[in-house]
C-alpha cells in the first residue's frame, strides 16, 4: 500500500506493535552537504526534502510505537551521517549491528569516495535472525539515491519468518523498493510513505 504524506502523520495512524519489521532509508539532513558541494548535483533542482536530526528522532520514537516486540529495524546510513544516526536511534532502539553494503562502484565525494553505504541494524526487544549471513553484502550499484530493491529482499528473508504473515514498513520510501521487494514473497503486506512520490512510482 503507498501512501503519499509525512512520515510522523501517517505513522501515528497506526496502532502499538503492529509492524513485523521495519527497512527504510532516511533523509538525514547531511545530504545537504553533497547538494551543496557537488559539482554535478549544484545543477538538479528537484531535490527531495531533508529533515534535521531532531524530527528523524521523532519520527523513530514514533517507530517504535509501532514496531512489534522481539522485531527488527534496518537503516539505511552513509559515513557522513553514521555517528549522529547512532546516537540517535540508540536511544530509541537496542543496537545489533551495522551493515556494511559493498556497491563495488565510487559514488558521492572528492577523496576518499564513497563506495560503501551502512545498513543500521537494531530491534526493538530481543530480534534473532532467521538466517545466518555476513555483515557485509556486496552488491554493485551506481546511484546515489534510490536504492536496489535486491537488499531490501537480503533484509527480510534474513529477518522474518516468512512462512507466517508479516507487516512491514518504509516510511521514507522513494521510488519503492520495499514494495518491489515484498513482491517476491506472498506473507507479506507492504506499506510505504513518503511526501512526494515520484511520478514514475505512481
Ligand atoms: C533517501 S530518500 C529514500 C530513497 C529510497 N530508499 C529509494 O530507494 O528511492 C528519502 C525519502 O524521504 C522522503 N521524505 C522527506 N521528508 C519526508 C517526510 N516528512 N515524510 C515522509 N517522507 C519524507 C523524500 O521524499 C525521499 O524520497
Known amino acids: 500500500m503507498k501512501i503519499k504524506g509525512d512520515a510522523l502523520k501517517v505513522l501515528k495512524t497506526f496502532p502499538d506493535e503492529f509492524f513485523d519489521c ?3 532509508d532516511p533523509p538525514y539532513p ?4 553533497h547538494r551543496a558541494v557537488g559539482t554535478t548535483t549544484r545543477l538538479v533542482k528537484d531535490w527531495f526534502p ?10 523513530f520514537k514514533e517507530a517504535e510505537r509501532t ?5 527488527s529495524i534496518f537503516v539505511f546510513c552513509n559515513g557522513l551521517a553514521l555517528r549522529d544516526m547512532l546516537n540517535t536511534l540508540s536511544k530509541i532502539f537496542e543496537f545489533r549491528q551495522v551493515i556494511v553494503w559493498d556497491k563495488v562502484y565510487l559514488g558521492l565525494g572528492y577523496h576518499f569516495r564513497n563506495r560503501v553505504e551502512f545498513i543500521l541494524y537494531y530491534s526493538k526487544g530481543n530480534h534473532r535472525p532467521i538466517k545466518n549471513i555476513a555483515n557485509v553484502i556486496r552488491f554493485p550499484w551506481k546511484e546515489s539515491y534510490r536504492k536496489p ?16 504473515e508479516n507487516k512491514v514498513i518504509d516510511f521514507f520510501a522513494g521510488s519503492c ?5 515484498c513482491s517476491f514473497f506472498k506473507n507479506i503486506k507492504c506499506f510505504e ?6 511520478e514514475k512510482t505512481k
Not at 547531511?30 to 552537504?33: G, N
Not at 535486491?150 to 529477518?159: F, V
Open 30 to 33: 547531511h545530504l545537504e552537504r
Open 50 to 59: 531533508t529533515l534535521s536530526m531532531e524530527q528523524i528522532g521523532l519520527i
Open 177 to 181: 523498493p520495499l514494495s518491489k521487494a
Open 193 to 198: 510513505v513518503d511526501v512526494n512520490f515520484h
Open 67 to 71: 514496531l512489534k516486540k522481539n522485531s
Open 149 to 164: 530493491y535486491q537488499i531490501y529482499k537480503i533484509l527480510l528473508e534474513t529477518s522474518l519468518d516468512l512462512s507466517k
Open 22 to 24: 521495519i527497512i527504510t
